[in-house]
């Protein structure tokens, strides 16, 4: 079993999105029994709210249904079950080394890290590029699963 946390600031936006594209992909690909994937959150500001209603929307107009996911923070124990926690950025990434006491294992990663070019997905709660952030998440997804030796 191959368990994968993603994880933005807020856990309504990027990271919820990352994690049911991911389920669907995953699904779609016919290996779902070999997956956990969920999301977190290194901020306390968004807990217990519903994904945000555009990025609901753009997982929709995609055949997606996050429904029944609300956010949650992430925590030390989840550095010690997941095998990868993959984050949207630069940020993201200080806080969740800030909340695990670094990254002992080397399990941390950036999800456009997997690409051919790394950087951010812009947190579409400023920039309001839902689509723009599908794609770069959706790009990233499909590098990190290439990555995988599924069999």
Known sequence: MIKVLFVCHGNICRSPMAEFMFKDMVQKAGVADKFEIESAAVSSEELGNPVYPPARRVLAEHGIDCRGK??????????????????????????????????????????????????????????????????????????????????
């Open 70 to 151: 609300y956010a949650r923070k992430m925590s030390v124990k989840d550095y010690e079950y997941f095998d990868y926690l993959i984050c949207m950025d630069s940020s993201n990434m200080r806080n969740m080394q800030r909340i695990c006491g670094g990254d002992k294992d080397n399990k941390m990663y950036k999800l456009l890290d997997f690409t051919s070019a790394p950087g951010d997905v812009a947190d579409p709660w400023y920039c309001g590029n839902f689509d723009g952030t599908w794609s770069d998440i959706h790009r990233g997804l499909t590098a990190f699963f290439d990555t995988l030796d599924i069999c």
